[in-house]
Each structure stands twice: as structure tokens, then as C-alpha cells.
């Protein structure tokens, strides 16, 4: 019960946080020395005076900042966003347009950094020093240290390009007839809809994306994996275990993976929450439809709703995560939630 | 140990983490799913708004190609960067790439074709009538032209189409400034009239009307299926106007192609038009597929993944060259970049305006770069060759001053170079023999950082030296735009074919560009005014030459470069022509 208290407890802070976040955006937005209708209103129109004087009014650009503070939590508090000031579109309508790709993308790397790392650090710890452990560390090293407008146009390069065994940039091969989007997870569209050619398309050219934004994530989980299995693997227990004589496999899975991966549960909590967030590089070089891009654009035209709704979404997502990964603690680790 | 037991362990664990997490979407109530789901659907779940304009983002018209059809054999994929859209409704949209959507999903009255940049040609205007003081047009509407829809093209959708255009005033409405009236006299007639002059009662004449209604953006729209999505032409059309949405993913047009779908920044889906009166397009479906990196799109080209890109990178020109699957085409825009610099000194703007003079970015540059000479001495300082070849690998022009090579009046051979000698004896006659300090304003990116440090080095040659002031894109616009740069960097891309597009942005004193840097100068206003009014080619033709020459010798504005783009696109595609204003024109390509 207590749990569920805490989480209720947990959820209901995250409304004066995310106000917070508003206001901070709010501030930081609005001190550039810029004029926003450079962004609303084409250069041409500029000239105008009558547009530049209807769109000052439309936009509520003429009134006070703190009125104009008050209005935006006024509509956010009703579930408005704004209105993008380059897309014209509301910020939420954009958000539902480019967050499903993100999602998408994020899900993939996740699982490619998941399904390589846990293995190769468990490995690497069991196997400490042995070949297998340096060839993870030399995957690691390269993995935090190439940047992906890099390492994203080498592996289109060969894998694309030179040996032909991955598709091209994009979310599926423009010659195919792609899913009508309903989720905009193009994977999970293309099941729904039973077009077999398009989920073939989007699960492969969803493969050099992930693998270039996860591997960032796989040197991460890799690194600490083997960190804290070296670390419990030489402790008076896993001695007591083997010494009962139980088999290695038990020893490894059962006794230390699971004290491992504690620390493990926070990292890839927020290493998730990281991928969900976009990223601009990967997203850009495979011409990946995403938050990212859509932010990065937002905060270059300084569009202030579209700003402070993408911010506002990515900081909820931080928060939940954040939340999750404690109600896990508590699963993985009997002692905290008694405590 | 048994390692391959324990990794087949592992692996099944992961796997099943792996589909944990993958499913966690779809479950709502455990604490598990927020973290991936959770914000994204609040807003749509909680916004008012969002749930009324959610459904379209799913098209309905997208359902009969939905089926899982496999590969379409007569398509044609152009792999570009298509980043820039943000509707694909013409009354509304004002990006680069609209322009080349709307001249192949809409026809336009007249037409100026690839080749010939002077000549105005019929498109859905068999013939048109101009009076002799340039105030009213007359439009004779051919017969067998047919919407998409199969609704005959009538002066009605005409007039509906630029009232709609004018009354919603978003960014392409400028393209009628001037327009007071569109009637329609018959079923095939239609009539502008130029506003009226509220001081003289005069309607003002208005001679590149002509070139602007071939702007992309004044496409002749279905006025009975833009209505019934919404759509109307009110004076209050600005606010009652419910079209967008459906304008965005399908088009209303009679053109060669009919928009089925827009992904914003992956995708734009047309299908071909078999009503077209020119008869059908030779591709079924063109796909364009937004890509930005240049060498994921030549690569696309090579492997086959793309038909055609929309430009190729310079530093790439010859890896295509020598792929035998790709032809190259270099074609001459009327793109320009130019270095702007401030006309008026401080001290007859704090006279004028004593407010606005405080807001003056760097005053002391002010009251050094308003001396004629010291503009001269810029202009002949700077190395545009070597500029050419540093940002375009030489694939550029140069026009003698802001009005481009390709316009009528315009004489190549007046162009001037550069002169290290000439420049520091202008600067010594300033009164600055030992040199002085100036600061360049700009918004920064790759290319104009290098521009801007050429010219800083050019300039030390001749004893200027020059701050680098690089800013981000929003604050230089809102400065420049402010009047407060004494020196800046600028880009300038016509909308339509005519020289008022230079003549009026640079030439008069109370526009644009002009405004911005200060440059009022009479005799320069007079020419634009000349220009403006005129209808005759010949003193056309003489007033561009004579304002090029005020251009050359006051020396507002140096054109830096003029760009060449060089086209790229697979060996069996046929009847590529480049067009300045509106990229190609999808109908006469074929394979």
C-alpha cells in the first residue's frame, strides 16, 4: 500500500515541478534580444504594417510578459500547448505528428543496447581480462567517443552504400506503400494492418539508427554491468555460493546479476528517458522524422510554444522515468520498499 | 563453465526485457507504461484543440492506396530536403520547396518556362489583354482545362483562388500587393484591377503583375472542392477559412499532379493527374523523400534508391560525374549573397532619430562605411573568386550589382574585380590612409562563417580591419531589421521573374532591403519608380541599366556571389529543365 501512496504522492509533485519548468522556460526564452514575429511572419511581409500589427495582436505579443505567462498556464492548465509560431500548427498536433518516430527509434536502440550490453558486460565481468573483455572495451570506448554525424554516415557508407546489407536513410523505403499512420509507430501500424512488405522495410531500416544511437547507451550498460558484477562477484556471498556448490551459471545469474542490477535499473532508466528525448544527430544524418529535429529547429526560430512544449514533454518523460525507476527499486530490492 | 548455456540464458532474459520494454506502450495502468508513453498521449488526451485537428493527421484519401501493395514500378523518388515545409495549402505556404509542389499540383494563368526568363507564356490563359497605363488585366480562360476533380477550370475558381489568397493574407499574399479587384466577366474571362492610389484616385499601374501571377503560389484552386472542405474566400477568411487542414495532405488543382500525402519532414506523395489538359504524365506517382545529408542523397542516386536529388553538394560534383548511372546538369540561379553595407552616417540619423540612433550596433563602423569610398573600396577589396571557389568550388556567378545575370538590362561585362591598388587609394582619399576597423554583422552557418573570414583576411589587404560579429539567425534578422547594422550579409531568392523584385526591395528607400541599410538615395528611387510604372521594355531596359550603374557607384551592396547548382539525376531520366523560381517541372520528365 505504501507503494502505491508514495507514487500518488510522487505523481500529484509533478504538476508544481512541471510548472516550474515552465516558468524557467518562460524567462529563458524571452531574454534573447529577438523578435519572434521574424519567425512568424515571412520577410516580405514584414514590410506590412498591418500584418506586423495583426499578428503582434494574435500572438498576444503586445501584452506584458507576466500576462503573458499567465495566459499560457491558463491554456496549459486546459490541455493547450500553444500554437507553433513556425508550423502554425498546435504544438500538441506536432508533438503527436514527430514524437512516434522518436518513440520508435528509441525503443529499437534501446533494445539493441539492452540485448548486447547486459551480455557483453556480464561476460567481460566473468571473463575479466580475458579477449573478450577488451574487445568489449575497445566496442565501449568506441561507442561513447564517436560522434553520430560520424559514425552515422560511416555505417550508411559501408552497410548501405558499399556492401548493400542495410536500407538507405528514412523510416521505409519511399517505392513501398507505407501503413496509414494511426499509432505512427510505423512497425506496429504495419502489423495492425497486415502489409507484411512495409513492416519488413521499417524493422530494417530501423537497424543502422539504433545501432548508432544506442551504442552510446550499449557502452553505458556495458561499462557498469561489468563494473558492479566485478564488484559483487568478489564478495563473501558469491564465496558462501560457490562454495555450497552451486553451478557457476547460478552463481553468476541468480546471486550477483540480480545485486547487480541495482544500480544498473537507474542508469537505464535515465538512459532511456535520454534516447526518448531525440537525438538531433542520428535523427538528422538518417533523415529520421523526429522530436529531435522538430526541437532543435524550434529553438533556432526561438518558437516559443513549440520551445516549452517540447522541453515541458521531454521533462515529464525525465519525471515518470525517474518515478518508475524507483517503484523498480523497490521490486528488485525487498529491503527498500520495508524500509 | 558452460558459457554457452549461460549466454543462450542471457539472451532469452534480454529478449524478454527487451519486449518488456517494447510493450510497455501498449499497457496503461501499471506504473511501468508512463515512462514511455505516458507524455506523449497527455496532450493529445487533455488538449481541446489537439482532439479536433487529431483525425486529419490520419487522411482519409490515404485508404484506397493503403492496401499492401508491393513495389510501383512507374514511380519517381527525388531524394531532397523538403525540411522547410510547414503547409502545403498555397494560400498559406511560403517556403522554397511550396513552389515546386504548387507549379505541379496547381496551374497558374501565364507561365515563364526554364530557358527564357523574359518571355511570359499561356498556361491556363490561352491570351490576356493589358491596358496601356497598367491597370487592368484581362485573362481569356482556355476551354478543355479540367480540375483533378473533373470540374471544369472557370473564372470563378479564379476569382475565388486570389480572393481566398488575399483575404486568409498569409505569407504568399504579398504576391498581389497592388490588386485592388478580381472579377469575373464570363464563365472564361477574368479582370484584375490595380488598388487605387488614396492621394491621386488613380489606379496605379502595376506592369510585373503579369510575371508575379506565374508565381506558383497564385495556382488556380477548385473553388467547389475547397469550399466543401471548408474553405472560403471572405473578406473574413482570415478567421472562417477551415481548409488548411485538408490543403495540407491533398491538393485542389488542375495541374500535372495531385498531392496524396504529406509526412511532414519525411515525405510528400503526388500521383499523376490523368485529366491534365496537357495530356498524362509519364510517372504514375512521384514520391519526394526528405533527405539533408548530400552524400546519403548522391549515394541514394547511385544505388538506385532515388531517380533524382535536388542538389548535389559542389565537393561531390565529380564522384557523380564518374558514377556512368548519373547525369550531371549545372544550372544558373538566381540566388544571390551579397555584403550589404549602411548608407546613412550617424550623425544624419541622430538628427532624424535620436531614439532609433541609440540602438546602433557599432556607431564608429556607422560613421566610417556611409563614405561612398569606403563602400568602393570594400567592393574592389574582396576576393569573389576566391570566395567562388572556397564555398562553391567555382560553381558560382557574379552580376556587376544586386540585380542578376538572366534579368533583362542586366550587362555581365560591368562586372567588377578585385583591385587591392584602386581600393587602398579610395580608402586614403575617405581619409583613412592607415586603415580603420569595421564590424561584420551576420547569422551564422558553415558557408557564411567562411565567407565572412575570407573577406576579413581580403580586407586586411587593403588596410580594413574587419570584426567578425557572427550571431544567431533570429537576432540578425531582428537587428538587420531594425535598421542597426552598419555592415551585413544577406541572401535574396525572387518569388517571381521581374526586375521589381530587385528594383523594388534595394532601389527604394522605404523597402526592405533598401530600408534596413539605409540606402535612400533619390535617384535610385526615381529608376524603381520608373521601373514600377512602366510598361515599355526599352525604358525598362534603360532604367535598369542606369540603376545598376547607381548601384555600382554608390556601391550599397556588393554581390558576393551568384550560386550555380548542379542537378544530379539517374542516366535513363529524361527532360530535365531547371527553373529558378520553381525547381522542375515534373510533367516533362520521363524515363
Redesign the interface.
Known amino acids: 500500500m505504501s507503494l502505491i501512496e508514495h507514487?500518488t504522492k510522487r505523481l500529484l509533485l509533478m504538476i508544481p515541478m512541471a510548472i516550474g519548468i515552465t516558468l524557467l522556460l518562460f524567462i529563458m526564452t524571452h531574454i534573447?534580444?529577438?523578435?519572434?514575429l521574424?519567425?512568424i511572419?515571412?520577410?516580405?511581409?514584414?514590410?506590412?504594417k498591418n500584418?506586423v500589427q495583426?499578428a503582434t495582436e494574435k500572438w498576444g505579443l503586445d501584452k506584458p510578459l507576466p500576462e503573458q505567462y499567465l495566459i499560457y498556464i491558463n491554456n496549459l492548465l486546459?490541455?493547450?500547448?500553444g500554437t507553433s509560431f513556425?508550423?502554425?500548427?498546435?504544438?500538441?498536433?506536432?508533438?503527436?505528428?514527430?514524437?512516434?518516430?522518436t518513440?520508435e527509434l528509441s525503443?529499437g536502440s534501446?533494445?539493441f543496447a539492452?540485448?548486447l550490453g547486459?551480455?557483453l558486460g556480464?561476460?567481460s565481468a566473468?571473463k575479466s581480462g580475458k579477449f573478450i573483455d577488451q574487445f568489449t572495451r575497445i566496442v565501449s570506448l568506441l561507442g561513447a567517443s564517436m560522434p553520430p554525424f560520424w559514425s552515422g554516415?560511416l555505417v550508411?557508407?559501408v552497410f548501405?552504400?558499399k556492401l548493400?546489407w542495410a536500407?538507405?536513410?528514412?523510416?521505409i523505403?519511399?517505392?513501398?506503400?507505407?501503413?496509414?499512420?494511426?499509432t505512427g509507430?510505423m512497425v506496429f501500424d504495419s502489423i495492425s494492418?497486415?502489409?507484411?512488405?512495409?513492416l519488413w522495410s521499417a524493422l530494417s531500416h530501423l537497424i543502422l539508427p539504433s545501432i548508432i544511437l544506442g551504442w552510446f547507451t550499449l557502452a553505458l550498460v556495458a561499462r557498469i554491468t561489468r563494473s558492479s558484477m566485478l564488484e559483487i562477484l568478489s564478495q563473501d556471498f558469491i564465496r558462501t555460493a560457490r562454495a555450497k556448490g552451486l553451478p557457476?551459471?547460478m552463481v553468476?545469474?541468480r546471486h550477483a546479476f540480480r545485486n547487480a542490477l541495482i544500480p544498473l535499473v537507474t542508469l537505464v532508466?535515465l538512459a532511456?528517458?535520454g534516447l526518448?528525448s531525440g537525438a538531433i544527430m542520428t535523427e538528422?544524418?538518417f533523415?529520421w522524422?523526429g522530436i529531435g529535429?522538430?526541437a532543435v529547429?524550434a529553438a533556432?526560430?526561438?518558437d516559443y510554444p513549440a520551445i516549452t512544449?517540447t522541453t515541458l514533454?521531454?521533462a515529464?518523460?525525465y519525471m515518470?522515468?525517474n518515478?518508475?525507476v524507483d517503484?523498480?527499486y523497490s521490486i528488485i530490492d525487498p529491503r527498500i520498499r520495508e524500509g | 563453465m558452460k558459457l554457452n548455456r549461460v549466454f543462450s540464458y542471457l539472451v532469452l532474459v534480454v529478449l524478454l526485457a527487451g519486449m518488456l520494454a517494447a510493450c510497455a506502450p501498449a499497457a496503461t495502468p501499471t506504473p511501468a507504461a508512463p515512462a514511455a508513453t505516458q507524455a506523449p498521449a497527455q496532450p493529445a488526451a487533455t488538449a481541446a484543440p489537439a482532439a479536433t485537428v487529431a483525425p486529419t493527421a490520419v487522411p482519409a484519401t490515404e485508404a484506397p492506396t493503403a492496401a499492401p501493395a508491393a513495389t510501383n514500378g512507374n514511380t519517381l523518388v527525388i531524394a531532397m530536403n523538403i525540411d522547410d515545409v510547414v503547409t502545403l495549402d498555397p494560400a498559406y505556404a511560403g517556403e522554397t520547396t511550396n513552389l515546386f509542389i504548387h507549379i505541379n499540383t496547381y496551374d497558374t494563368l501565364v507561365d515563364i518556362r526554364p530557358g527564357d526568363l523574359n518571355t511570359i507564356v499561356p498556361r491556363l490563359a490561352e491570351k490576356w489583354d493589358v491596358n496601356s497605363d497598367f491597370t487592368e488585366f484581362t485573362f481569356h480562360l482556355r476551354k478543355d482545362a479540367k480540375f483533378a476533380s473533373g470540374n471544369p477550370v472557370t473564372a470563378a475558381d479564379v476569382v475565388f483562388s486570389w480572393n481566398r489568397l488575399l483575404n486568409v493574407a498569409g505569407a504568399p499574399a504579398f504576391n498581389l500587393d497592388g490588386v485592388g479587384k478580381v472579377e469575373a466577366v464570363d464563365d472564361y474571362t477574368v479582370k484584375v484591377s490595380t488598388s487605387v492610389d488614396k492621394a491621386t484616385g488613380k489606379a496605379q499601374p502595376l506592369p510585373q503583375f503579369l510575371a508575379s501571377a506565374s508565381n506558383p503560389s497564385l495556382g488556380i484552386q477548385d473553388s467547389k472542392l475547397v469550399k466543401q472542405h471548408g474553405g472560403t474566400d471572405a473578406a473574413d477568411a482570415k478567421t472562417t477559412d477551415k481548409a488548411k487542414e485538408w490543403m495540407d495532405q491533398n491538393s485542389a488543382g488542375s495541374g500535372p499532379f495531385i498531392l496524396t500525402k504529406w509526412a511532414p519532414k519525411a515525405e510528400i506523395d503526388l500521383v499523376a493527374n490523368k485529366n491534365y489538359f496537357k495530356g498524362a504524365p509519364k510517372f504514375d506517382k512521384v514520391v519526394i523523400t526528405h533527405v539533408s545529408d548530400p552524400t546519403t542523397k548522391l549515394q541514394m542516386l547511385q544505388k538506385g534508391d532515388a531517380d533524382m536529388i535536388d542538389s548535389l553538394s559542389t565537393d561531390l560534383v565529380d564522384t557523380a560525374k564518374a558514377d556512368p548511372n548519373v547525369q550531371v546538369s549545372v544550372d544558373q540561379s538566381l540566388d544571390e549573397n551579397y555584403l550589404a553595407m549602411a548608407y546613412a552616417c550617424p550623425d544624419a540619423i541622430k538628427a532624424k532619430d535620436p531614439a532609433k540612433f541609440a540602438t546602433l550596433q557599432s556607431p564608429d563602423s556607422f560613421a566610417i562605411i556611409c563614405k561612398k569610398e569606403v563602400r568602393q573600396a570594400i567592393a574592389l577589396g574582396i576576393d569573389y573568386e576566391g570566395i567562388t571557389k572556397a564555398v562553391l568550388n567555382g560553381y558560382g556567378a557574379r552580376a556587376p550589382s544586386i540585380i542578376p545575370i538572366g534579368i533583362l538590362g542586366v550587362d555581365p561585362t560591368k562586372t567588377q574585380g578585385r583591385d587591392v591598388a584602386k581600393a587602398k587609394a579610395l580608402l586614403a582619399t575617405a581619409g583613412y590612409p592607415n586603415g580603420a576597423t569595421i564590424d561584420l554583422y551576420y547569422a551564422s552557418n558553415s558557408t557564411r562563417d567562411t565567407v565572412a573570414a575570407k573577406i576579413k583576411s581580403d580586407l586586411a589587404e587593403i588596410g580594413l580591419t574587419v570584426n567578425l560579429k557572427p550571431l544567431e539567425q533570429s537576432v540578425y534578422l531582428t537587428q538587420m531589421r531594425a535598421q542597426q547594422l552598419p555592415m551585413a550579409f544577406g541572401g535574396w531568392t525572387p518569388d517571381y521573374l521581374d526586375v521589381t523584385m530587385w528594383s523594388d526591395y534595394f532601389g527604394l528607400g522605404d523597402r526592405s532591403i533598401a530600408f534596413r541599410m539605409r540606402f535612400d538615395n533619390k535617384a535610385a528611387h526615381d529608376l524603381a519608380v520608373t521601373i514600377r510604372t512602366t510598361s515599355d521594355p526599352a525604358i525598362r531596359k534603360d532604367a535598369t541599366e542606369k540603376l545598376q550603374a547607381i548601384f555600382i557607384e554608390e556601391m550599397p551592396f556588393t554581390m558576393l556571389y551568384q550560386v550555380q547548382y548542379v542537378h544530379a539525376f539517374s542516366k535513363d531520366l529524361k527532360g530535365f529543365a531547371f527553373h529558378p523560381v520553381w525547381f522542375v517541372d515534373l510533367f516533362s520528365l520521363s524515363k
Not at chain 1, 486546459?78 to 500547448?81: I, P, Q, S, T
Open positions: 507514487l534573447v534580444p529577438s523578435n519572434p521574424a519567425v511572419l515571412t520577410e516580405k511581409s514584414m514590410e506590412d500584418a495583426a486546459h490541455g493547450d500547448l513556425k508550423t502554425k500548427n498546435p504544438v500538441s498536433l506536432d508533438i503527436k505528428t514527430f514524437l512516434p518516430a518513440v525503443i534501446f533494445i539492452i540485448l547486459l551480455p556480464i561476460i566473468v554516415l550508411l557508407f548501405y552504400y548493400g536500407p538507405g536513410p528514412g523510416r523505403n519511399s517505392r513501398i506503400t507505407a501503413p496509414v499512420p494511426v509507430l494492418q497486415g502489409n507484411m512488405p512495409a557457476e551459471r553468476v545469474l532508466g532511456f528517458a526518448m538528422t544524418i533523415s522524422p529535429r522538430y529547429e533556432a526560430n526561438l512544449g514533454m521531454i515529464i518523460i515518470l522515468v518515478i518508475f517503484a523498480l
